[in-house]
Every structure is written in C-alpha cells, then in structure tokens.
C-alpha cells in the first residue's frame, strides 16, 4: 500500500498539468524590422502650387519706406494704396510687396534708399531750439550734433530754448511716432526751479492729477529735492511735452525759471555733461522698443 503510493504520487508529480505542449515555453523568434521610411504623399492635383521662399535680404516696401526715415510704416501703407510709390519704375499697390536688394524704390517722386536705424541722446544746453520754424537768430541743436552721423535724424519730441536736458534723436520714425503718442508708458523725470517755495498742500493736490480743458493729467510721482529748497521740485510723468510741465506749476501760481529733464524712459544723464551727446547701446535700444 505505501509503494504504490508513493509511485503514484511521483507518477502525478511528472504530469503537464498545463495542457500546453512542451516546447510552449520557448522564445519566439524576432519578428522582421519594418521600414522606418515614411510612406510617401499622394501628390494632389487641385492643390495650390507651394509659395517660393522669401530670401532673408528682402524687405516689405512699406519697412523699407520707413526705414528711409520718409514716414512711418503706416503712413507708407496709404502712399502705397494711392498708387505714389513705384519699383523700378513699376507703380506698386501690392500690401505687403517685397524689395529685393538692389531694387530702385522711388517715393512720392523721389528715389530712396533705407538708413541704418540710429539712436543718439543730447544733454541739451540753454538757448537751443528743436524748431526749424523758430527765429533766424535762434541757435538749433542740430549744431550740436552736425558731426555725429550722415544720417538724418529727427529730435524725439520738442524742447523750447530755456529748457535743458535729455534729448532723443533717431531716424526710427516708428519710434519717434510711438514715443509721440499720448498713452505710451515711458516715464520721464523733470527737475523744475520756481519763483518761490511750493506749498505742501499745492504738492499734494499735483500728486492727485490736474485737469486741463476737461482733461485730467495724472502725475506719477512728485517730491522736493533733497537737501535744495522747496523751490526745487522733482515731478515724474509720461508725457513729453515740456510745455504740461510749466502749465502744471503755472495753474497754481507759480513762475517756471528752469525746467531740467533729467531722465527719458530710463536714460539718465550719467557722464554725459551738459552739451555732449552719445549714441545708445544696444541695450537701451532694446529696452525703448519695449515701452
């Protein structure tokens, strides 16, 4: 009875219980690597035949245009659509047309060629005009810069002959129009002298804005400058205008003898002595095209 037992029990032990034949358990072999080339495109015959390329050293007419300092892209646009613009001797009206280099652009009658975009900052002295308008007798700050480039470049902006300090010049006309409009952010910093101390509750009231002809003017920052009298005023705003900075202080009665500007969206005037002029980095470049 134990024999066969046992026997019997190594007999079960030696069974497929699986079911599964014996040679279930080897490796397949590898299946064969199908092609990683990607399946080529039906071509479709109603398609539109693919736009060439525009080559890196084209240029839209309208940038060119601009970049000639004759107006600004916009404006270009509108000399386009009238049809006052040609292309070697061709009449463009295309928006968005290319200029290939070597190409004769000729504007509103006259031939043009792009300028390298230049940016130059005066410390403006006293008695300097930036209008050509102004009396023959008056000096112009191109006399200050006359040396500087070839390139003609426009003042950012306009300064009358008492006031001092930083000036813009570019050929950027996109530049000088954004720089030029009302609610651009830039902050410039002015340092005003006055007939007499301004009051602290006159400097609180500027603070709160001041309306002129049904338009209120915002101010972003003023205080008096430390260690001078309280003649000596400092007062932030985003304007450019030099004339809102003596019309604010003259609504409160008091006489404007000298308006400084000594900040222009964030140049300053360090080394650079009243008179003297420089061109911009390329970092100050960068950071005006951002405001």
């Known amino acids: 009875m134990n024999k066969r037992d046992g026997s019997s029990r190594k007999s079960t032990s030696n069974k497929n219980t699986s079911g599964k034949p014996s040679g ?65 001797g061709e009449v463009i009206t295309e928006m ?36 050509v308008d102004d009396e023959r007798d008056m000096r112009n700050v191109y006399e200050l810069i006359k040396n500087a480039t070839p390139a003609k470049l426009q003042p950012v902006g306009r300064m009358d002959k008492n ?40 400097l609180e009231k500027i603070q709160g804005g001041v309306s002129f002809d049904e338009h209120r003017l915002f101010v972003d920052e003023i205080s008096y400058i430390d260690e001078q009298p309280k003649t000596e005023v400092g007062i932030k705003l985003r304007t450019a205008n030099v004339k809102v900075v003596r019309s604010i202080f003259e609504k409160f009665g008091y006489n404007v003898l000298k308006v400084d500007r000594v900040a222009f969206a964030g140049l300053t005037k360090k080394n650079l002595p009243r008179g003297n002029w420089r061109f911009l980095t390329e970092q100050e470049i960068i950071n005006l095209k951002i405001f």
Do not use: H, W
Not at 57 to 72: H, T, V
Not at 115 to 130: G, I, Q
Not at 163 to 191: A, C, E, W
């Open 24 to 88: 279930y358990n080897k490796p397949k072999p590898a299946m064969a690597k199908r092609s990683q080339k990607p399946k080529k495109a039906t071509p479709n015959p109603d398609a539109a035949p693919a736009k060439p390329k525009v080559k890196s050293d084209d240029i839209r007419l309208n940038k060119y245009i601009a970049n000639s300092g004759a107006c600004s892209r916009r404006d270009a646009d509108i000399y386009i659509q009238s049809g006052n613009v040609k292309v070697n």
């Open 96 to 131: 968005g047309y290319k200029v290939k280099p070597g190409d004769l652009v000729n504007f509103d009658g006259a031939n043009i060629t792009p300028e390298k975009k230049e940016y130059l900052l005066l410390n403006k002295p006293k008695n300097f005009t930036t209008s």
């Open 163 to 202: 006031t001092t300090g930083l000036l813009l010049f570019t050929n950027d006309t996109d530049m000088i129009r954004k720089f030029s409009l009302p609610n651009q952010k830039s902050t410039k910093i002015y340092q005003v002298s006055l007939d007499k101390n301004l009051k602290f509750e006159d």
